[in-house]
T-cell receptor, first 116, second 113 residues
Framework: KAGVTQTPRYLIKTRGQQVTLSCSPISGHRSVSWYQQTPGQGLQFLFEYFSETQRNKGNFPGRFSGRQFSNSRSEMNVSTLELGDSALYLC???????????????FGAGTRLSVL | GQNIDQPTEMTATEGAIVQINCTYQTSGFNGLFWYQQHAGEAPTFLSYNVLDGLEEKGRFSSFLSRSKGYSYLLLKELQMKDSASYLCAVRDPTDNYGQNFVFGPGTRLSVLP
């Protein structure tokens, strides 16, 4: 079974530009979550999608947005890039077992974004 | 809010045993996870605790005490390949769907020969 696939692996952008990152979940997984990982802040939750609907959102500005398609693939968009957006962006997929379920999240290798 | 603490770095010797601690302060509790992340790679799932006690899985074990807000990951018979960051995460109890994870800062473990 293929794992979570994220593209591209590396990206270099300049301030003010926008970027779109892609995530293909494990087959059968309908929940997709996005995280930002930086040396100073660790892994921080961005948002979670299920059946094309955003169910949860972390504490990030509106420049960060996402969507999910009918095949569960997800994209994340960051507009008006700032230097502080340089980070590793991780996507995770999970089966859905509700609030009390195990819901293990399986991560992709991430997209490393550098903003110059 | 949720707050999770872990030591930033630890060093141990090949063949030894190491315990990585995690303390959390949350407004409720709905499960604790440990992940391993090698440099430049995806975090991989190690263990899940929702009830008090010890969960053993090969060389790795994880312990939970909900009353103390405390967990540890125990790694036995350390190998060089165990050099990695270990992430403690709790599930946000206010999330109705059980998918919002709050991660600690991670503990970077270096295993020396």
């Amino acid at each position: 079974k293929a794992g979570v696939t994220q593209t591209p692996r590396y990206l270099i952008k300049t301030r003010g530009q926008q970027v779109t990152l892609s995530c293909s979940p494990i087959s059968g997984h309908r929940s997709v979550s996005w995280y930002q990982q930086t040396p100073g802040q660790g892994l921080q939750f961005l948002f979670e999608y299920f059946s094309e609907t955003q169910r949860n959102k972390g504490n990030f500005p509106g420049r960060f947005s996402g969507r999910q398609f009918s095949n569960s693939r997800s994209e994340m968009n960051v507009s008006t890039l700032e230097l502080g957006d340089s980070a590793l962006y991780l996507c995770a997929s999970s089966l859905e077992h509700g609030q009390g379920g195990k819901n293990i999240q399986y991560f992709g290798a991430g997209t490393r974004l550098s903003v110059l | 809010g949720q707050n999770i603490d872990q030591p930033t770095e630890m060093t141990a010797t090949e063949g030894a045993i190491v315990q990585i601690n995690c303390t959390y302060q949350t407004s409720g509790f709905n499960g604790l996870f440990w992940y391993q992340q090698h440099a430049g790679e995806a975090p991989t799932f190690l263990s899940y605790n929702v009830l008090d006690g010890l969960e053993e899985k090969g060389r790795f074990s994880s312990f939970l005490s909900r009353s103390k807000g405390y967990s540890y990951l125990l790694l036995k018979e350390l190998q060089m390949k165990d050099s990695a960051s270990y992430l403690c995460a709790v599930r946000d109890p206010t999330d109705n769907y059980g998918q919002n994870f709050v991660f600690g800062p991670g503990t970077r473990l270096s295993v020396l020969p």
